[in-house]
Nanobody
Framework: QVQLVESGGGLVQVGGSLRLSCEVS????????MGWFRQTPGKERAFVGA????????YYADTVKGRFTISRNNAKNTVYLQMNRLKPEDTAVYFC?????????????????WGRGTQVTVSS
């Protein structure tokens, strides 16, 4: 069965950095686009960014553009979210998901497999 496991979350100070990992089993990650989403208590899940299967295209939410970078290591079947210059509003549970195509990266309904999330807390 397809499984996605996020890791790398934790507590970090404002302005610091974290790198989240998403390890994928069963699915060959190089054949799928991959997206990252985040959710805070009482809020809807929000799109963070995505990368195409070919690595040719990336797309980020305005709130993280210039600070976050998505990459992948196909040999490890792993996708990463590098987060720099973190802000308190970045505090959330972060989820990765597989994107089979068929529409916009920002359409949450198109993603077909999801991890359980990893907590990121940014404080001063």
């Amino acid at each position: 069965q397809v499984q996605l496991v996020e890791s790398g979350g934790g507590l970090v100070q404002v302005g610091g950095s974290l790198r989240l990992s998403c390890e994928v089993s069963e699915v060959t990650v190089s054949t799928y686009g991959m997206g990252w989403f985040r959710q805070t208590p009482g809020k809807e899940r929000a799109f963070v960014g995505a990368i195409s299967a070919s690595n040719r295209v990336t797309y980020y939410a305005d709130t993280v553009k210039g600070r976050f970078t998505i990459s992948r290591n196909n040999a490890k079947n792993t996708v990463y979210l590098q987060m720099n210059r973190l802000k308190p509003e970045d505090t959330a549970v972060y989820f990765c998901a597989t994107f089979p195509g068929g529409g916009s990266f920002t359409n949450e309904g198109l993603y077909d497999h999801w991890g359980r999330g990893t907590q990121v807390t940014v404080s001063s």
